[in-house]
């Protein structure tokens, strides 16, 4: 079992960056493919970035891609989204996800939540 803490969330003008973690406890953090998610309000929650186990490969939805990176460090058991040229579109609460196998799209491919963190893009 994996527990996840979302950090780095906050207001940013558009065009600005944010670089979000999530740090995960267990001591097979280097099992689960990580998968950040989004929800805005009466929103349903949408596919943001993933990344596999090992971290070779990385996935991001259209309408982030060329500005969001996923990337993970297994010895600090740590998930990152760095967001740049935000807009205000991107405004959402921000979840990391993890998953016990390799990575998927849809919310309810993964096994384990964090509480999110709010990301505000004020134009």
């Known amino acids: 079992q994996v527990q996840l803490v979302e950090s780095g969330g906050g207001l940013v003008q558009a065009g600005g960056s944010l670089r979000l973690s999530c740090a995960a406890s267990?001591?097979?953090?280097?099992?689960?493919?990580m998968g950040w998610f989004r929800q805005a309000p009466g929103k349903e929650r949408e596919f943001v970035a993933a990344?596999?186990?090992?971290?070779?490969?990385?996935y991001y939805a259209d309408s982030v891609k060329g500005r969001f990176t996923i990337s993970r460090d297994n010895a600090k058991k740590t998930v990152y989204l760095q967001m740049n040229s935000l807009k205000p579109e991107d405004t959402a609460q921000y979840y990391c996800?993890?998953?016990?196998?390799?990575?998927?799209?849809?919310?309810?491919?993964?096994?384990?939540w964090g509480q999110g963190t709010q990301v505000t893009v004020s134009s």
């Open positions: 996800a993890a998953r016990g196998t390799e990575w998927g799209r849809r919310p309810e491919d993964y096994d384990y």
């Open positions: 990344m596999t186990r090992s971290g070779g490969f990385t």
């Open positions: 267990g001591r097979t953090f280097s099992s689960y493919a």
